[in-house]
């Protein structure tokens, strides 16, 4: 697996196109997540058996971390501490570092769907190299957790430790 840069992973150009695009997206934002959960259920209908919560505030959850993620300081060595973490969570209520795949292939459809011929080839690789860079470092955290990530039955029943809040 390949190790996740100390640097942020898009150089300034790329950086610009995933703020462009983020941009245009934010004034619909539930949309967004609606659309987003629709295209991940469609095309990995066995996730939505780990989710508890209602789709509408979970999408507003995943709405914020990529908010925050677009406009976090080019610092990656910042950054990637918080994903390794919530890779760990993740891994402990059963994802599985193959859901990582449909998770980008939900998230690239989203944009089309919101964006248009405003999601062109730079913007979706753009988008691409950093939702690489952010699931190999959640990965490693799964991986940190050992065989309770890997073993999905007995992961999701688990409640999240304090430690992983």
Do not use: N
Not at 127 to 156: F, N, P, Q, Y
């Amino acid at each position: 697996m390949p190790e996740t840069p100390d640097r942020f992973p898009l150089p300034p150009e790329a950086r610009a196109l995933v703020l462009g695009s983020w941009q245009r997206v934010v004034p619909l934002a539930d949309v967004f997540a609606l659309t987003l959960y629709r295209r991940l259920f469609e095309r990995a209908p066995h996730l939505r058996e780990l989710f508890h919560t209602d789709i509408g505030t979970q999408g507003r959850r995943v709405f914020e971390a990529l908010d925050a993620l677009v406009g976090a300081p080019a610092d990656w060595a910042a950054i990637e501490p918080g994903l390794v973490k919530l890779g760990r969570r993740h891994g402990y209520v059963g994802v599985k570092p193959q859901d990582f795949a449909d998770l980008a292939w939900a998230l690239h459809r989203t944009f089309e769907d919101i964006l248009g011929e405003a999601y062109p080839a730079p913007v979706r690789d753009a988008w691409g190299r950093l939702l690489g860079a952010v699931s190999v470092a959640m990965i490693r955290g799964m991986e940190e957790m050992g065989d309770a990530a890997k073993d999905c039955d007995t992961a999701r029943f688990f409640r999240t430790p304090p430690e992983l809040r």
